[in-house]
């Protein structure tokens, strides 16, 4: 396995290497512009028989490229053709392929021979150019449209069905009834259905309805996108870097750093018809333009933003959502005018829910027309108002009103009208509540998302209201300033997202250092130290089930130890949950935070710089591996030992050589040593989590250097490891490695055991990379048997995850495609039959395939990716 530096979306570029250096370097220069990777044969002096090497890098190539000019090139001793026709005609025939040919009066016969075959080749595109100018700009257009178009349409994505989403990803059930929206879902279903637009802006002032509108429009719409609906809240998403990080999540991909996350996601959505919603967009509004490039890569995506303010991007259409409709002012209102209005019912709907049997009456009417027209139907602030029916008459409320939101509306003018309305009736809601209740509110604030009683508990130690924190917190329900609601089993409360904006507003008006943020990143931080030991062992899939509920607050701990300059406090949380960023890949959330932390400026611990250089570094070694990041993590190995973290250094030590091995002129035995001293380093430290993962790339070196005995004693010590210490992440990594190499030397029986077990544990830790490889190595077993159907269907259902979790590395690992395709030379009617019967399978299907005889407990964790 020869594998190119990156990871990402290789080019393979074909053409004599003397005449047509300068076009060669036109096309490498067109391809890194849309940041693919160019993959340039060029023979020098490798131990390597050039036939075998060109082979090796275009069986892990996307795309061919071939520059053709007068010569057809030299023909090796004992070939029949030059190795620019052999390159041609070794190309898979699914490969999308390239062809250009320069202009000139003189061609050899043999290569004009292969431009005439490849003229009537229908599955390549040929072009004529004059010179390297022109080629580079067809080369670059060319590609784009190849990308645009997803050139992969062998494996067309699976289906998603309502079903087939990801707990994160589904649209969230309305807890109570949307009242006068008909007419807009009407309009934005046309919108949606036009297939015109590919961003949709429901744009609006908080408190006007505009995260109701979208959710309902989402759940009417769906029959629109038979690909899915998604929904991304964004209301805990502050720092514009964190919006690629909580797209993916939502869509179940994994950052590992192998590759570009937005490439990533582009790959994920492909061309798929999918509808993604993305809520709360205004406080990171300088993103936009990230739209654009994803809408460019994945043509078929449609995008339903809620903001307060326009997003300003190519693609846009800007939908103003309205405020409900009130009666007319200056003339009595019956109670027919009231039950005509959407304001009117709101409010008594809403009201009915604090006072049961509350209702619109020929005696009520006016009050309540009269509330709705002060709060100029804002859909939030009549909710707000409706919940005091509980203590006062509708009478009472609009009087209350009339004296009090001229004086608030007064204190906030440089907000919009509508705005300045919907503060004020939070800030009248607010001022008839207890001092107690107040502080509380203000110190919700500094949650992000959904949060427990016993983290309010832990904010609220030595606070005014701690000791009566479930009363007060009953009365911020009462009030619907506070929600309730049941998630992953448990009940967690949640503040809407112009409510926690006001509540963080005055919590800042106190100035000085925040102690309820303080004492919200401690109480994170606590809750990281205590799961953390369980990330490594027996009890690791519950310990990855547990933070994945806490995502949003644990973005915010890490925001408020920075935000406080708690600064050695941020590096060693990351730290502390290194194996949680890897399990689940969030890599580029951590990567933010500590280049903020360095950012600053200020005094931190040798052990702080070592992790905030070492997170950053993370992607560099597989997208952009390069000197400078083999020194920066040289000098994170430094810092970590000065600071006496001896685990810290060797796991970055053995980072350093697995950066080392990406390098195409690599030092085996430098990275052989360095491993080691890391490997002794873990084991002496007991660290069997590190030791086992360190391992792995010993085998993986051996298979590289071609010392199949050294790969498979690596291997075999990887795996022994992770079975000692019970650890189902380390033992997924080194089990599909050690099965890959066990299939490839006929131990046939042996690698389906491995497979099928490492594909259970990927299914108990909801690990979608380690299922995928699971899934692809049972297919390669199936394929061995001459099982054609199940081949088929296996490797079509393997590849639509690969579509749809932007998951890379397919090259180096896909054990499946050679028996595959010597299975399709004998059957193809009956691998074609599971293919296609594969591309329509949920993962469901595809592991009951795999796993025929799982027992109930595998198939109930059988996660919907």
Not at 223 to 249: K, N, R, S
Request: net charge negative; hydrophobic share 45%; proline share 5%.
């Amino acid at each position: 396995m020869i594998r190119t530096p990156d990871q990402r979306i290789r080019v393979f570029v074909s053409s004599t290497l003397r005449e047509l250096a300068a076009e060669r370097e036109a096309v490498r220069s067109a391809i890194e512009r849309l940041r693919l990777a160019p993959v340039m044969f060029e023979l020098g002096a490798r131990p390597h028989p050039p036939r075998d090497l060109y082979r090796s890098y275009l069986a892990q190539s996307d795309v061919f490229i071939g520059i053709y000019g007068s010569s057809y090139g030299w023909i090796a001793p004992d070939e029949a053709v030059s190795g620019l026709e052999d390159e041609y005609n070794l190309a898979p025939r699914a490969m999308p392929k390239l062809i250009y040919v320069k202009d000139g009066d003189t061609r050899d016969e043999r290569l004009a021979q292969l431009i005439a075959r490849i003229q009537a080749d229908d599955t390549a595109a040929y072009l004529h150019f004059a010179d390297s100018a022109e080629l580079e700009e067809h080369v670059a257009g060319d590609l784009a449209m190849l990308l645009a178009e997803r050139f992969d349409q062998s494996r067309p994505p699976e289906p998603e069905t309502a079903s087939g989403i990801s707990l994160a990803a589904r649209v969230p059930e309305p807890y109570t009834e949307t009242i006068g929206r008909e007419g807009e879902l009407a309009e934005i279903r046309a919108l949606l259905g036009g297939g015109l637009h590919r961003v949709i802006s429901l744009i609006g002032p908080g408190g006007i309805g505009k995260s109701r509108l979208a959710i309902e429009a989402a759940h009417a719409n769906s029959d629109l996108f038979p690909d899915g609906v998604y929904f991304v809240p964004l209301e805990g998403v502050l720092e514009p870097g964190l919006l690629l990080p909580t797209i993916a999540y939502i869509l179940g991909i994994r950052d590992t750093g192998a590759a570009a996350l937005e490439e990533r996601i582009a790959q994920a959505i492909g061309d798929r018809h999918a509808l993604i919603v993305l809520d709360n967009f205004e406080q990171i509004i300088d993103e936009a333009p990230v739209l654009v490039r994803l809408y460019t890569l994945a043509p078929r995506a449609c995008f339903l933003v809620t903001s307060r303010s326009v997003l300003r991007i190519r693609g846009e259409r800007v939908f103003e959502v309205e405020v409900l409709d009130t009666p007319a002012p200056g003339v009595p209102v019956t109670l027919a005018q009231a039950q005509a209005s959407a304001a009117c019912r709101l409010f008594a709907e809403r009201a009915a829910a604090a006072l049961p049997g509350f209702q619109l009456s020929s005696h009520n009417a006016a009050d309540v027309a009269e509330i709705c027209r002060q709060l100029d139907g804002l859909p939030l602030a009549i909710e707000l108002a409706a919940a005091k029916i509980r203590l006062l008459s509708p009478h009472d409320v609009a009087e209350r009103l009339g004296r009090t939101l001229p004086l608030l509306s007064t204190s906030v003018r440089d907000l919009p009208e509508r705005h300045r309305t919907m503060r004020a009736t939070i800030d009248w809601s607010v001022g008839l509540l207890t001092g107690e209740q107040r502080a509380m509110l203000e110190d919700l604030g500094v949650f992000a998302a959904r949060f427990t009683l016993e983290a309010v508990e832990a904010v609220g130690a030595g606070r005014s209201w701690g000791d009566q924190a479930i009363e007060t917190l009953a009365a911020l329900i009462d009030a619907s300033l506070v929600q309730r609601m049941d998630a992953g089993g448990r009940t967690v409360f949640s503040l809407l997202a112009i409510v926690r904006e006001y509540a963080l507003e005055r919590l800042d008006a106190h100035g000085g250092p925040s102690d309820s943020r303080i004492a919200h990143a401690d109480y994170y931080l606590g809750l990281v130290r205590r799961i953390a030991p369980r990330l490594r062992g027996t009890e690791q899939v519950e310990a990855v089930a547990e933070l994945g509920l806490e995502v949003p607050n644990l973005r915010a701990a890490a925001r408020h130890l920075v935000q406080e300059d708690r600064l050695d406090d941020a590096g060693d949380f990351a730290w502390t949950l290194l194996a949680y960023w890897w399990i689940s890949g969030y890599f580029a959330d951590v990567s933010l935070w500590m280049e903020e932390l360095v950012g600053k400026g200020l005094p931190i611990s040798p052990r702080t710089r070592a992790v905030a250089t070492f997170f950053p570094l993370w992607a560099g070694m597989w997208q952009r591996p390069s000197d400078q990041v083999v020194d920066g993590l040289g000098d994170a190995v430094r810092w970590f030992s000065e600071s006496g973290d001896e685990q810290a250094a060797a796991m970055t030590l053995a980072a350093r050589a697995s950066t080392r091995m990406q390098f195409p002129d690599m030092n085996p035995e430098v990275v052989r040593s360095e491993l080691g001293t890391a490997i002794a380093t873990l084991h002496r430290l007991g660290d069997r989590w590190a030791e086992s993962l360190a391992e792995v790339p010993l085998g993986q070196l051996g298979v590289l250097v071609g010392d199949i005995p050294e790969a498979l004693h690596h291997f075999d010590r990887a795996v022994e490891i992770a079975d000692a210490a019970d650890d189902a992440f380390t033992r997924v990594v080194a089990g599909n490695n050690r099965a890959r190499l066990r299939f490839l030397l006929g131990e046939r029986e042996d690698a389906e055991a491995e497979f099928l077990h490492t594909l259970t544990l990927s299914i108990r830790l909801h690990f979608v990379d380690g299922a995928t490889y699971g899934l692809e190595g049972m297919c390669a077993i199936a394929a061995s048997r001459g099982e054609a159907w199940r081949a088929g269907a296996l490797a079509a259902a393997a590849a639509t995850i690969r579509e749809t979790t932007g998951i890379y590395d397919i090259a180096g690992f896909a054990v499946h495609l050679e028996p595959l395709e010597a299975l399709r030379a004998s059957d193809p009617a009956g691998v074609a039959a599971g293919e296609r019967e594969g591309r329509d399978m949920g993962l469901a299907e595809a592991i009951a395939i795999a796993l025929p005889d799982a027992d109930a407990d595998v198939r109930e964790r059988v996660p919907t990716w």
